[in-house]
């Protein structure tokens, strides 16, 4: 008898997953593929080839690294551009901390010297702890730190590092990242959820953390943990162990051989043991569950219009939702206004879920935008934020000198913005199922203008000073505004967004040159960190100049106002982009029958093409009736053009 006859195994491997479902098979047991990573080209590691220029540039003073892994990555990303030894002898000229014994390893194969040992158990504390012992050998205060991260970033080593008066560049080095499609993972999970699956295999670390990670979206990751208590686990070696045991998986088996034939003969051999004695000491957990319905309302969710738009997919209509679709041009959003301050509703999770979900099926959007404001975020770095009835955002204690921007605390938006994220999960149990939800921030650029001006602005003058007069301290601001805004984003995805956008308003207004030198990589860090976990969206008002650049930053899809025309703006971005807009506002101040002239211009103008998400090219002005709102969604329905490939 086969040791695995009988047996459903998961098997979370990718590039070689046909081979490891024959080897289960050779075995008697039932494969289910569940791919879960995707390999990131080392040639797409921007970030390292930023960092590489400044360092060769004789701009970065220390030099962290993390990982062996990370280590090893970022020398073989390089190789894809430079010549091993020219970046070896790039390295040997300087200042290197390693973490551990693992990028040490590395360092002496390759001959390269480093300026100071950390001692066990190597975390965070024991970095500075040591930087603490060697100020006069390696010191922080004034200089340029970078920070080799591989897969998570370390925010309390960051923290550290600017405390200390370091400036903190972080180099993040991918490899990996979650497939295109997530199907199969998740349908794998709801199978080991219901109890239908006695084996899994792991055979890399990184599929601990990305099936953690779907199953997070599902709702259901501390549930896959404890229904995984159940099933017998297989691990391929002692690195993908700790990995599992890091995240509370306990590995039941792992071949002496750290390959895939050993294990499937591991997990052949010893599988129904194990079966037969987890049966008898742990209590079988309650595993009838709910996530069923979960798995089914997310495959709901991914084949909505919108969705299948961001991912470039045919609709049978074209997607159409608003910007500023809950606002002030709503009766029922100005009844609750009446009573309550502006801010006071963005913390309260049933007015927030109402308005958003009101709003959405007024006026029959395919997507919904959570009700909230770019310029909370304002408040976990201690400004003060005011809004005054009419007259906007106001600032009360706005960043203008280097002391201000020193002095800004790092911004906890975990904690200081979870109203943001329950909101989310009450708005995304009251919507319909096939209604997406988008979560939002504001870009780092435009969010520090409003720091820096105390308020809304027309010339941003004092913006301009700051980045041109003190290029230093400009990026020292928008990377803590990056930093902040990342695992604002993530909560938010964590709680249940469909998709991301970051407003990038009033990039316009800067010149391409300056865009790239100033913005581009601080957006670009934060898509990247989003890591496609949802599809992301990128928008700014009178930026046709900088179209090419923000395509650059990593968004699936690029938000165009009413400046240009679709096809042009897309013909820049790439119809590998999906493109979103473009309507101007001001023909919703007019009469049903201008606006669908002007929706179907649009419309004709796409003629079909898949990828096109309509919108506005800004937000609904606050006069705007709402019957024209409703007529213009209505036509985009019954006007979209449907092309047969
Ligand atoms: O449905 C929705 O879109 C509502 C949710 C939402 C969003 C996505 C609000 C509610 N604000 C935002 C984003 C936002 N906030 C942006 C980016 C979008 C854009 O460019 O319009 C910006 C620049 C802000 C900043 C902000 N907050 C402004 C603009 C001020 C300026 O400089 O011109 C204003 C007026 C606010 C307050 C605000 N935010 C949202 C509402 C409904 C209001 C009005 C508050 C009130 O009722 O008094």
Known sequence: MKGLAGLRVVSFESRFSKTLADLIRLQGGEPLEAPSMKEVPLENNTHVFDFYEKLKAGKIDVLILLTGVGTKTLVEALETRFPRETIFETLRRQTIVPRGPKPIRFLKEWSIPYALTVPEPNTWREILDTFDKNKKKVPLKGRQAAVQEYGVANPALVEGLEARGALVLSVPVYRWTLPDDLGPLRRAIQEILDGRVQVVLFTTAVQAENVLKVAQQLGAAERLKIALKNVVIGSVGPDTSSALKEKGILPDIEPESPKMGPLVMAA??????????????????????????????????????????????????????????AGRYMKDYRDIREKTPFLDICKNKELVA?????????????????????????????????????????????????????RLPEADTRSGLKFVSDAIRLTRRLLKADIPLIGFAGAPFTVASYMIEGGSAVNFEKTMALMKQNEKLWHRLLEKIASATIPYLRAQM?????????????????????????????????????????????????????????????AAVIGVDHSTGLND??????????????????????????????AKKILAEVSGRPGHIFNLGHGVLPDTPVE???ALIQTVHDESIAVDS
């Open 569 to 598: 703006a897309w013909s820049v971005i790439g119809h590998d982009k999906a493109i979103q807009g473009n309507l101007d506002p001001k023909i919703l101040l007019t009469d049903p029958d201008t606006i669908r002239k002007a």
């Open 628 to 630: 024209n709102v409703i």
């Open 268 to 325: 052949a051999d010893k599988a129904k043991n194990i079966l037969t004695n987890k049966n008898k000491t742990e209590c079988a957990v309650e595993l009838k569950s709910d996530v069923m319905d979960l798995v089914a309302a997310q495959d709901k969710l991914d084949e909505s219009v919108f969705l299948k738009a961001c991912r470039l997919e045919k609709t049978s209509t074209t997607p159409v939702w608003l910007m500023r679709q």
């Open 354 to 406: 109402e308005i958003t979900v009101t709003a959405q099926q007024k006026i029959g959007a395919d997507a919904a935008i959570i009700f909230s404001d770019i310029l909370l975020i304002v408040e976990c770095f201690g400004l003060g934020l005011e809004y005054l009835k009419g007259d906007g955002p106001s600032i009360t204690r706005p960043v203008r000198t280097a002391q201000d921007i020193e």
């Open 494 to 554: 964590d709680a249940g967004v469909q998709a991301i956008q970051l407003f990038d308003s009033w990039v316009g207004k800067l010149a391409a040159e300056d865009y790239e030198r100033y913005c581009l990589p601080h957006s670009r860090r934060i898509f990247e960190a989003l890591e496609n976990r949802v599809p992301t969206i990128h928008f700014g008002t009178g930026a046709n100049h900088l179209l090419k650049l923000m395509a650059q930053a990593g």
